[in-house]
């Protein structure tokens, strides 16, 4: 296993349109979380799965992100109608367990 | 959301000095992680710490956890230039880990 793993790792895209990031956790990860950072901060949640079910959404997860877990194993975050402020680094983490987050090396999003 | 507040976020040091970077938060954390982030890379976990009092080894860096478990601390000694990079203590509290704003270290030869 070669740990957390998010494609792409860089996308540019102009405002207004849909983007669709994924991310393979650990296979033997039950939990999966998406974090947002920006220039200057620590990663700031977004969402937490537990197998295939969503249990946590920040207040920053606004209707036009969504996320999704369909078997349980890989994860999608997609977001609608991209805006400038969207830009970011889009973190994914793995976790078994109640320690040891493992994140990937994040997908950068520039909304031009 | 539970603030931690980082300190300092700035360090710039010389090759072979001591640095302590603080870690302070009104609540308490059931565990507190430190993770160190590289250009372009998602943070890497070095220590999580639990017991309050609690104080943890990594070659040249100690971790300390608070008695209450509301502040950490991490203290790098005869700090190299591998060392530069963004460190950040992160809560767990729940479901989700609440992060500082991290502290840019900068080791020159």
């Known amino acids: 296993d070669t740990g957390v793993s998010q494609n792409p790792r860089h996308k540019i895209t102009k405002r207004g349109q849909n983007v669709t990031f994924r991310c393979d956790p650990i296979s033997e990860h039950n939990r999966l979380y998406w974090y947002r950072q920006t220039l200057g901060q620590g990663p700031e949640f977004l969402t937490y799965f537990q197998n295939e079910a969503q249990l946590e959404k920040s207040r920053l997860l606004s209707d036009r992100f969504s996320a999704e877990r369909p078997k349980g194993s890989f994860s999608t975050l997609e977001i609608q109608r991209t805006e400038q402020g969207d830009s970011a680094m889009y973190l994914c983490?793995?976790?078994?367990?109640?320690?040891?987050?493992?994140f990937g090396s994040g997908t950068r999003l520039t909304v031009v | 959301t539970q603030l931690l507040e980082q300190s300092p976020q700035f360090l710039s040091i010389q090759e072979g000095e001591n640095l302590t970077v603080y870690c302070n938060s009104s609540s308490v954390f059931s565990s507190l992680q430190w993770y160190r982030q590289e250009p372009g890379e998602g943070p890497v976990l070095l220590v999580t710490v639990v017991t309050g009092g609690e104080v943890k080894k990594l070659k040249r860096l100690t971790f300390q956890f608070g008695d209450a478990r509301k502040d950490s601390s991490l203290h790098i000694t005869a700090a190299q230039p591998g060392d530069t990079g963004l460190y950040f203590c992160a809560g767990v509290s729940g479901y989700a880990l609440n992060f500082g704003k991290g502290t840019s270290l900068l080791v020159t030869p």
């Open positions: 983490a793995s976790i078994a367990g109640d320690y040891g987050y493992t």
